[in-house]
Nanobody
Framework: QVQLVESGGGLVQPGGSLRLSCSASGFSVSDYPMGWYRQAPGKERERVATITSGAVTSNYADSGKRRFTISRDNAKNTVYLQMHSLKPEDTGVYYC????????WGQGTQVTVSP
């Protein structure tokens, strides 16, 4: 019933852009804090960005250069992650997450940054 489905991942060259989408069902994204996490093979899961129910956003993995933008469309019940100036170290599986009880994770979408 409660589901998160990510899409938009793929192969992109360094310096390129990508927009990830997270389609939610079973709840309204405007009622929960939402986030994007990523995980590279063999590494710990890393928080990328969050957005509160009040639409306050935070970035964690773009080194203060504002390469990532998290947003949502309440009418579409969808959360987005817009990524610019992508680097090879951005490669990983990106997950959409509902951050409050009960926490819910999507299946992830692969992002590969490579020449």
């Amino acid at each position: 019933q409660v589901q998160l489905v990510e899409s938009g991942g793929g192969l992109v060259q360094p310096g390129g852009s990508l927009r990830l989408s997270c389609s939610a069902s079973g709840f309204s994204v405007s009622d929960y804090p939402m986030g994007w996490y990523r995980q590279a093979p063999g590494k710990e899961r890393e928080r990328v960005a969050t957005i509160t129910s009040g639409a306050v956003t935070s970035n964690y993995a773009d080194s203060g250069k504002r390469r990532f933008t998290i947003s949502r469309d309440n009418a579409k019940n969808t959360v987005y992650l817009q990524m610019h100036s992508l680097k090879p170290e951005d490669t990983g599986v990106y997950y959409c997450v509902r951050l409050r009880f009960p926490s819910t994770w999507g299946q992830g979408t692969q992002v590969t940054v490579s020449p």
